[in-house]
Every structure is written in C-alpha cells, then in structure tokens.
C-alpha cells in the first residue's frame, strides 16, 4: 500500500470519528436551537461521505474484487451525503448570521434554501440511480460522478459561506473567534479553488496528481471540525464548553474507540510475527503504564475546574454583597439573577424566595413539593438549618448542568444566604429610619397645626359672632348684608379646615383601661343621617347598609367617626350629580369592615401611591388631610385600609376599612 493509501485510510477514519463525536455531543447538549440541529444533519451528511469511503477503501484493501453490495451501499451514502452538504453549508451559516444578529430579512432565506435543498434532493433522487447503473465509480474523487449540476451548486454554496465567514471575523466579539473565522474564510477559499479545479475547469493534469488533490480536497474538512473542538472547549464557543462532563465522556469514548481500532490495524501489520490476539492482549496491557499518568492529569485538569468555579463565585459573592448593602431585597433578587446568569453563562437564572409575594413557598407543609424540589437537577435550595429559605433555578443551554458548576452554584447558594439577611436586615434600618423620621415630621406638623388652630380659631369665632350680630340688625343696608354673609361663609370655611387641622394633629383618644369600644351601627348611621343633607344638596343618593345588626369594634367612636365621614365626604366630592356613595359593613375573617364605595372618575394611577400623604390633594379648596386622617386613625387602632380604582368600568373607588372587632381586642 503506498503512502496515500495510508494517508486516505487514517484521514477517513479521522474524518468519520469526528463527524461522530459531534453528532453524539450535539445530541447530548439538545440545545433547542436551529442552529445545532442543522450542525448535527451537516455533521450527518460528512459521516456518510467519510463512513462510506472509509468502507469502499477497506473492501478494496480486504478483497482483491470488493463485493458488489458493499460497493453500491458506499455510492448511495457517499452520493448522498455529498449532494446534501451545499444547502447544509449555506444553511448553517445562514443560521449562524441569525444568532449573531447579522440576518434580518427571512423571506429571501427561506427560498434560497428552499432552491438549495430541493437541488440536493433531485440530485439524490436522479444521480444515484445512474451511479449504480455504471461499471465503474471512482471512491477518490466521487464529486466528478455527480455532474455539472452538483459542481455549480458546490461552488455556489462554498463562494457564499466564504462571503459570510468574511463577515463573521470582521464582527467577530473576540480575538479567538475572529482568528477561526478568518481560518474558515481561507478554508473556503481553498475549497472553492479545488472545487473548481477538479469540476469545473478540468485542467489537463496526470492522474496522480489528480488523485492527490481530490484526496487533500476531501480530507481538509476534517481540520475545522477538529479546531472548533479546541474553540468549544477553552473559549465555550457556542455556550458548549460549559457541558465539560459531555465533553469529557465524548472525548474519552472517541479516544477508547481510535485506540482499538489502532489495536486491530496494529494486530493486522503484526500478523507475519505474531497472533493478533497476542498482539491485541499486548497492546491493551499497555495502556496500564499510563493510568497514573492519565489520573494524574485528570485531577490536575479537575481540581483547576473547580478552582476556577470557586474564584468565580467568591468574585460573585463580592459583589452580591456589595448590592446587598443597599437594602434592598427585589433589587438585589434581580442583581443575583443576572449576575449568576452572566459568571456561569446559564440560559435562565431565577430566584425564588420562601417569603416572596408571587414565588414558590419553599416551605410547604405537603411532601409532594418538596419531593419534586429535592429531584429537579436545575433546583438549588438554600438551607438553614434544614428549612428552605429559597430556590434558585438554573436553566443552562444545553441538557444538563456540568458538575464543576453544580458545585459552584450550590457553594453560591450557601453564601446567599448571609448576603439575603444582611439585605433583610439593611432594608428594615431604613425602614424603621423612615418610619421613624415621618413620625417626626408628623408630630412636627400636628404640634405647628395645633399652634395653628389654637391662635387662628378664637380671633376668627370672635370675627364671626360680631358678623352674626350685624346680621341681625334691621338697618343694615343690603348691599352690606350681601357682603357680610359672603364674609361669614369664608369664615366658616376657614373654621373647618382649621378644625380639620386639629383633627389630624390630635390623636385619637382612649378610655381609661386602654380598650376603645364603640358600637359601628351606630356610628355609621350618624354619619350618614349628617351628610344626607350635603349628599341631596350635590343631588346623589347616599346609601347606609349594615349587615347583622349591631358590631362593638375595638375603636371610640370619635376616632370611627372621623374614619367614616372623612371618607364619604371624599366619596361625595369625587362623584358627579346623579351619582351613588354606598356605605356598606360587612364581616370577613372575624374582623369588621367599613366600605365605602363611589361612583366617581377614579384616581389616576400616577396618584395613587400619594393619596394618603398628608397635605395632598387635587382640589382647589382642599387641605389634603382627609384620608391622612382616615390612615391614621386606623393605624392608632391596629387596623388596616385597602383600595380600588377603578371598581367597575373604568370608574368608581372602593375603601375599605378593616377594624378588629371586640372579640379579637379582648384575646
């Protein structure tokens, strides 16, 4: 056998074992991606051309006449996978240029595809049929039995794939992606040039020489393949090198499989001299001299993994607990999410947390949920002291987490759990200085308005009752009397937001023992009796109902009456003429509640969150204390305010008032 029988026989073995290493690492990384499922069918198409010459050699080497069958199987996987590889070539890249973002336009995509695929498959269905009819097929150069059509389409693809490589290393995000792109650009380019020469241009050149260049045209594939392993694994190019332990089982199995076809080809030469099972057995016995080694670097190559992880996550832990430092939880959850999601280069990131509104309760009493939590290999718990504290979930790209960085993410989770409470404890210091500086102002603000009040109210009861005399005198003229009715209103007016001042100021009082009773019924009904009036001066309609009767709820009933009319005269303000104010009570949960309901425009939603700041308001003549006086006589009583607007077709406000009632106090 001469030397490029030999070359043509390692570099079909080669080629078909590459082809198979990929189509097994793509099949175990499923990443649900146009791109690797046309990388795995491209893949596909060179393991039949490489896997079927590699079997025509080996018959021709084997028998002096190869047999027929074996012949006509080689030709149909050889043509196949040769007239399929242009549209796959296109098509990948095609896919490439959409993940990278560089194709916009799919309509023209599609229907150069459409040409390509469909040229392939009529060159499938009409050029194989012809092959196996003729006498002769050359396994060397099998290209030039397809035709002219399959040398147009090949050039075609190959000059197109050229122009997008181009592309692909002048955007290229880094030094070492560019560098394999430019090495495909040239790839390509030779590939193109060779095509040419032995398709198109049909060049008078001898026989050997001919052979020699259709057998480097066929065997320079095999080197892109084998770079974008390296690329794969030290620069994670395309998100796979992250999938170590895949890479790792792949590559060990590829190996086991070249050294025992290296133990059958050496058994075969060393035949003359010795048995091949005595060669076989010699051969594999040799392979215990370099388990020590080979152990030795796996555990150099291993523990760097890890250590490499755990420098990773304690650069995360850094900054996480910077974030943490700000207290505050919902930004530090989504600083986790995207930071984690960043370091270990996962596909989705999510954490939930026991205490969270809309996440999973970790702490579920059921056994089903947990059972399901302990199994699902993209959940990491974080534990104290055997309770879940949270979930973080992990959704890598491909199948499987790699076990380098399941160990990082569960060491990760171990350290949230001390950046978590310094975050929890952070964000309730800035609570209670919040809470604790609004006191402040407030009782600031009740002490001024007090002031206030107490040397504005006399002077003005003074000014009031000397206006109400001259109302009764009979001489005053009318024009006068006009004036000194309009002056008095004002006064009146003044008096009320001024008594409203004292209103907010004063807090609520207590009975002597430290329990406020009050019978709501009651209360209620005064109030709507009070403002009926008001209500049919506006023309609305003000509705009073109490279910069950009387209700002793824990509050005095000055503090209940200054809840409920500082509400419905919010209610009749808000509402147009012809309006309902419905005063509703009702019981849920053993607790009282006082609703109040309106048919008025609702509050827009950028206001919402200041309604109940005292001093603000949206009326000309308002003081902006109402429904700061209603949350805070709430509050002084344990008990809650809840709101809704709109209620029912883009109109309408719903308060409601939750009180606890005598029971509940007394427990």
């Known amino acids: 056998m001469g030397p490029l029988l030999y070359l043509r026989l390692i570099g079909y073995t080669l080629g078909t074992l590459i082809q198979l290493f990929w189509m097994v690492v793509i099949l175990g990384y499923r990443r649900q991606r146009n791109f690797e499922r046309v990388f795995f069918f491209l893949c596909v198409a060179f393991f039949l051309f490489y896997g079927g010459s590699l079997l025509a050699l080996n018959s021709q080497i084997h028998y002096a006449q190869p047999p027929a069958g074996v012949e006509a199987f080689a030709i149909v996987i050889i043509s196949a996978g040769l007239c399929m590889s242009p549209a796959l070539l296109l098509h990948l890249h095609m896919e490439y240029a959409e993940t990278r973002g560089l ?187 370099f388990i020590e080694p080979l152990q030795r670097v796996l555990g150099r190559s291993l523990k760097e993994a890890a250590q490499l992880e755990m420098d990773r996550v304690q650069k995360l832990m850094a900054k996480i607990q910077q974030e943490a430092r700000q207290g505050n939880m919902a930004r530090l959850v989504s600083f986790i999410e995207r930071r984690t999601k960043e370091q270990f280069e996962l596909r989705e990131v999510r954490l939930d947390l ?69 975050c929890r404890l952070i964000e309730e210091k800035l609570r209670l200085e919040r809470e604790l500086a609004e006191r402040e102002r407030l009782a600031l603000v009740g002490q001024m308005a007090a002031s206030i009040s107490h040397n504005l109210k006399n002077p003005l009861g003074s000014m009031k009752t000397i206006l109400q005399v001259q109302l009764e005198n009979p001489e005053l003229p009318e024009s006068i009397r006009a004036e000194t009715k309009m002056v008095l209103e004002e006064i009146g007016r003044l008096l009320a937001k001024l008594n409203q001042l004292l209103q907010f100021s004063r807090p609520a009082l207590r009975l002597g023992n430290g329990t406020a009773l009050c019978d709501a019924a009651a209360v209620i009904e005064e109030v709507a009796t009070v403002l009926s009036h008001e209500a049919a001066r506006r023309g609305l309609k003000l509705n009073a109902a109490i279910s069950g009767g009387s209700a002793r709820v824990a509050i005095t009933a000055e503090a209940l009456n200054d809840i409920v009319s500082n509400l419905v005269v919010n209610a009749l303000e808000a509402t ?70 709109p209620v029912k077709n883009g109109h309408g406000t719903r308060f409601k008032v939750t009180l606890p009632e005598e029971e509940t106090r007394k427990q």
């Open 576 to 645: 147009p003429r012809g309006g309902h104010v419905r005063v509703n009570v009702v019981r849920e949960d053993g607790k009282l509640c006082v609703v109040v309901e309106d048919d008025g425009s609702g509050i827009p939603s950028e206001l919402r969150e200041k309604i109940l700041q005292p001093f603000f308001t949206t009326k000309s003549q308002g003081t902006g204390l109402g429904l700061a006086i209603v949350a805070r006589r709430v509050a002084e009583f344990g008990g809650k305010v809840d709101w809704e607007s």
């Open 103 to 289: 194709l916009q336009v799919k309509a023209w995509k599609r229907g150069v595809l459409a040409l390509f695929y469909l040229a392939g498959l009529h060159l499938v269905l009409h050029r194989i049929p012809l092959l196996l009819k003729e006498a002769h097929f050359n396994f060397i150069a099998p290209g030039s039995f397809l035709g002219q059509g399959f040398a147009i389409l090949l050039v075609i693809s190959l000059a197109w794939c050229a122009g997008w490589e181009r592309r692909f290393a002048t955007t290229a995000p880094d030094r070492a992606q560019r560098y394999f792109h430019w090495m495909l650009l040239v790839f390509f380019v030779m590939a193109l040039l060779s095509a040419g020469m032995l398709h198109l241009a049909q060049l008078p050149i001898s026989t050997q020489t001919s052979d020699e260049l259709a057998s480097a045209f066929s065997l320079l594939p095999i080197v892109p393949f084998t770079v974008l392993i390296d690329l794969v694994y030290r620069r994670n190019f395309l998100q796979i090198g992250r999938q170590k332990n895949l890479l790792y089982a792949v590559s060990a199995t590829f190996l086991a499989l070249l050294y025992l076809s290296l133990v059958r080809r050496l058994g075969l030469w060393l035949e003359p001299l010795l048995p091949p099972e005595a060669s076989a057995s010699i051969l594999l016995f040799v392979l215990v001299i």
């Open 354 to 422: 026991a205490d969270g509104e809309n996440v999973r309760k970790a702490n579920s009493s059921s056994e089903e949920p947990k059972a399901a939590l302990a199994f699902d290999p993209h959940e990491f718990r974080i534990l104290r002291e055997g309770k879940n504290e949270g979930v973080l979930h992990a959704e890598p790209h491909g199948a499987t987490i790699s076990g380098e960085t399941r160990a990082a993410l569960e060491f990760l989770c171990e350290q949230l759990l001390g950046a978590l409470d310094l």
